[in-house]
């Protein structure tokens, strides 16, 4: 079992949705990656900051967790960023109303000691000349390096973006963020040109219609489950990547067969996500369901095709 070290932001999150709205709760990319990992038993650290308003209560529940906090520095004077966001009938387009960078905004990551020869590095959406930091500082090259970005760093610094993409293993980004970034608008045209960026391994995320990984013109597709009622679909790509990278230092499996099962693993974790508020599903979800709903996806993706 590998170690796995997560760097992203922790956050406040206001979030309005059909169902319902909150005041500002637990959010930012790390705790939703930190916590879909903690279901497997692996060792983790996040690699953020916050500010003096943020509840130790939060912090506690990361400690909880199994995660290594020493790497979230609290800024005295400062406060935390916030984002608020609120998302339309559909749930697959949203408006952000708030964003307050705060102490995020000067962040120097501090990679802790214990962490630096870690297997599987996770670099959560953040500036990419943090992500950058943070690889520089990794005494021991990480058997796995997992990119998650967005189209906002590919539109205001797309120069030190492929600086970080050329150094990874993988990169997660959703369709509309692969077209982007390669100009093609198809996902298969999209994943080649990206390879030659540098990844690897290209997974692209189709939201409620599952997620593609790429690897040297192979495809595999994971479908995502079918799902009665969708309540805050906020977080779920990072608790894809949670999911993913948690589930690789796991088995310390490295191949292209092994990350099929983590894509596995990944899309059944992001299909709890969505079904509360925030990280408050991630927070209560037991091994037991986790496992239960496991063998809903192996029902939905395994079967005999009769070659007649």
């Given amino acids: 079992m590998g170690k796995l070290l997560i760097v992203g932001s922790v956050a406040f999150d206001a979030i309005e949705t059909p169902f319902g709205k909150t005041d500002k709760i637990l959010g930012g990319a790390a705790p939703f990656i930190g916590m879909a990992a903690s279901q497997f038993n692996v060792e983790s650290a996040i690699v953020s900051v916050v500010g003096n308003d943020f509840p130790q209560e939060y912090l506690d529940l990361l400690a909880n967790k199994n995660i290594d906090i020493s790497g979230i520095e609290v800024v005295k004077d400062g406060k935390t960023f916030f984002w608020k966001g609120k998302y339309h009938n559909d749930l697959n387009s949203r408006d952000t109303l708030e964003t307050q960078l705060n102490v995020l905004a000067d962040f120097n990551p501090i990679v802790p000691d214990n962490f630096k020869d870690a297997e599987v590095l996770m670099l959560g959406n953040l500036n990419p000349s943090v992500q950058l930091s943070v690889i520089n500082q990794m005494e021991v090259k990480p058997k796995l390096i997992v990119l998650d970005t967005m189209n906002f760093w590919m539109d205001i610094a797309l120069e030190e973006l492929m600086q970080v993409i050329a150094k990874v293993d993988v990169i997660t980004i959703n369709d509309e963020e692969a077209r982007q970034l390669s100009g093609e608008y198809s996902l298969v045209r999209a994943a080649a040109k990206i ?28 479908p995502a489950l079918p799902l009665e009622e969708v309540f805050d679909p906020t ?39 969505v079904e509360k508020f925030g990280t408050e599903r991630l927070q209560k979800l037991t ?11 192996k029902s939905l993706t395994q079967f005999d095709i009769k070659l007649t």
Wanted: hydrophobic share 40%.
């Fill in 195 to 222: 390879h030659a960026m540098g990844p690897k391994y290209i997974v692209i995320k189709k939201g409620e219609h599952g997620a593609l990984l790429f690897h040297n013109g192979d495809v595999f597709f994971a």
């Fill in 287 to 297: 091994s037991e369901e986790v496992y239960n709903r496991l063998k809903q996806f």
């Fill in 235 to 273: 977080g779920a790509g990072d608790t894809f990547a949670g999911g993913f990278t948690g589930y690789i230092a796991k088995t310390d499996d490295y191949s292209f067969e092994n990350m099929k099962n983590a894509v596995i693993h990944a899309s059944n974790l992001a299909s709890f996500n």
